[in-house]
């Protein structure tokens, strides 16, 4: 007989974590922020990206240019795009979302774990650092920005693998 797996319903997409925890979280968030901190014209941009991680646990990713501090949500002066990383068995592919940013003015430095991300926009200027799930090597690295997305390709490094030595018996 076939085991059969227990279908879940799109509601349960995040197991024991109620949905309606964002909505009091949002409810909390605005509360808590000061309004009479703002400049006048000055946009708000926050938001979340929530999803399914490999081990089955949803993985929030907060961006924007509002900031959680110890005294209450704070307005920075730069915006966190919202960005996406795949992981592929050789490459890592980090997608950026810019909307007016100038192609020209975006600056892209990587190490070996970090992919720093910096551009100034018509209205905003965009700053992130990406931590990189695995090793890259930087160099060989490309990237294409079309349409206010910006998409870099890195190649993972190779795994070295441990030298054996011979060990003489005495």
Same mark, same amino acid.
């Not at 009091?24 to 901190?37: A, N, P």
């Not at 730069?78 to 997608?95: A, G, N």
């Given at each position: 007989?076939?085991? !059969?797996?227990?279908?879940? $319903? /799109? /509601?349960?997409? /995040? %197991?024991?974590?109620?949905?309606?925890? =964002?909505?009091? #979280?949002?409810?909390?968030?605005? #509360?808590? /922020?000061?309004?009479?901190?703002?400049? $006048? %014209?000055?946009?708000?941009?926050?938001?979340?990206? =929530?999803?399914? %991680? +490999?081990?089955?646990?949803?993985?929030?990713?907060?961006? %924007?240019?509002?900031?959680?501090?110890?005294?209450?949500?704070?307005?920075?002066?730069?915006?966190?795009?919202?960005?996406?990383? =795949?992981?592929?068995?050789?490459?890592?592919?980090?997608?950026?979302?810019?909307?007016?940013?100038?192609?020209?003015?975006?600056?892209?430095?990587?190490?070996?774990?970090?992919?720093?991300? $910096?551009? +100034?926009?018509?209205?905003?200027?965009?700053?992130?650092?990406? !931590?990189? +799930?695995?090793?890259?090597?930087?160099?060989?690295?490309?990237?294409?920005? !079309?349409?206010?997305?910006? #998409?870099?390709?890195?190649?993972?490094?190779?795994?070295?693998?441990?030298?054996?030595?011979? =060990? +003489?018996? #005495?």
């Amino acid at each position: 007989m076939v085991d !059969k797996k227990k279908r879940r $319903s /799109f /509601f349960d997409l /995040f %197991g024991d974590w109620d949905i309606f925890d =964002i909505e009091e #979280e949002m409810r909390r968030f605005m #509360e808590e /922020f000061d309004v009479d901190e703002l400049k $006048s %014209g000055e946009p708000i941009v926050y938001g979340f990206n =929530i999803r399914v %991680g +490999p081990d089955g646990k949803p993985i929030i990713q907060q961006f %924007g240019n509002v900031k959680p501090t110890v005294k209450g949500p704070m307005v920075t002066d730069k915006r966190e795009p919202l960005v996406d990383v =795949i992981e592929r068995e050789d490459t890592i592919t980090v997608i950026v979302e810019l909307p007016g940013v100038d192609k020209d003015k975006i600056k892209l430095n990587a190490t070996e774990r970090v992919l720093t991300i $910096s551009a +100034p926009g018509e209205e905003t200027d965009f700053y992130k650092e990406v !931590k990189l +799930p695995a090793a890259v090597n930087s160099k060989n690295a490309k990237a294409s920005y !079309k349409n206010g997305v910006l #998409e870099v390709c890195l190649q993972k490094k190779e795994k070295s693998k441990p030298k054996a030595e011979n =060990i +003489p018996i #005495e």
